[in-house]
């Protein structure tokens, strides 16, 4: 089973957003929001039941209500009483608009909350699919420290111990900004991964021999921010003098995160190398390839164009005589 968002949990995230009012007694729902997406139920009030979607939130708007303004009394029961055949998580009515006492009543019968939001159909349609979307993103919690180095969301990883924090501190302390350190959450939103802190651990960082600090209280606001989308991933692995470290950069290398390929750079740690400078000359060839600036490809372009004028100029030399 899928996660399930409780009605109650919904309710709570975005009744200020929405300016939720409940209709009916109850803000409690035994079936659980399970997908992130709505349904309008106008054909299935006029009778076509073949694709009435009643896993999602089923919203009224102003064709549906003035369809059922148009009924008579037992019309109007009749056609709300097919939207409570199969189980309903909520109704939720838009623009403020008068709801049929019939609709009320057989919701209260059926144990569906009802709600009712000031906003238009269209506007309420679009927030409401951003807030579901956000919630049913896919998710992970992984190990490492997330800073905002110059513009590029730069993730340290590597096993513990092996210094994350302190260059993610010494970045801040140069201006940069720290995004999560120890715990981040990243939540995948289209072909992007947004990076993030737990709430209860937001900002907080541990150094070893210092303790827990507040990096905001420290630094001042301007040294943090909430969430930051990931770009590339900084692996720190110990100086491995028999290991073939990458020496050119032709070749990139990619990890894969929820299913998004990024960027990952493999960084050899021993004393004494400078490691902040380095991850800040990752995030700046980061945006030069973006832009669409290589300088390995250059250099590699540069080295076989000399080579090809250096093969054509010994030629020439070679019959040159006189």
């Known amino acids: ?66 369809y059922l303004r148009s009924l008579d009394s037992d019309g109007q029961r009749e056609s709300i009483q097919r939207l409570f055949s199969k189980p309903l998580c909520c109704i939720i009515v838009t623009k403020d608009l008068e709801v049929p006492k019939v609709l009320i009543e057989l919701a209260e019968q059926n144990d569906v909350v009802v709600l009712r939001t000031p906003m238009s159909t269209t506007p309420f349609l679009h927030a409401l699919t951003g807030h579901l979307e956000d919630v ?34 010494d970045l801040v302390e140069r201006g940069h900004r720290l995004v999560a350190d120890d715990v981040v959450e990243i939540v995948k939103k289209g072909d992007v991964l947004v990076g993030k802190g737990r709430e209860h651990l937001r900002h907080f960082m541990e150094i070893r021999g210092i303790g827990i600090i507040n990096v905001m209280d420290i630094f001042g606001i301007r040294a943090v921010r909430v969430q930051k989308r990931i770009e590339v991933e900084v692996r720190l692995e110990e100086w491995d003098p028999k290991k073939d470290w990458d020496r050119m950069g ?30 800040e000359t990752i995030a700046l060839n980061h945006m030069l390839k973006v832009y669409g600036v290589d300088a390995a490809k250059r250099f590699d372009q540069l080295l076989v164009d000399m080579m090809e004028s250096d093969k054509k100029t010994r030629k020439y030399l070679k019959y040159d005589t006189e």
Do not use: C
Not at 53 to 64: A, D, F, K, M, P
Not at 252 to 271: A, N, S
Not at 272 to 279: A, H, L, M, Q
């Open 1 to 66: 089973m899928g996660y399930e968002y409780s009605l109650e949990q919904f309710y709570e995230d975005t009744k200020d957003e929405f300016h939720f009012k409940v209709l009916t007694s109850r803000i409690k729902s035994k079936i659980p929001i399970i997908v992130p997406d709505f349904h309008r139920p106008a054909f299935a009030l006029a009778g076509f039941m073949e694709n009435f979607l009643n896993e999602r939130i089923q919203v009224l708007g102003e064709t549906e209500i003035l």
């Open 250 to 279: 032709l070749d990139e290398h990619y990890v894969d995160l929820l299913g998004v390929k990024i960027r990952q750079v493999v960084i050899p740690i021993y004393p004494g190398k400078n490691i902040t400078v380095i991850s």
């Open 136 to 169: 049913f993103a896919p998710r992970e919690i992984i190990h490492g420290s997330l800073v905002d180095v110059y513009g590029v969301g730069l993730l340290f990883a590597g096993r513990s111990g092996i210094g994350k924090s302190e260059i993610a501190l």
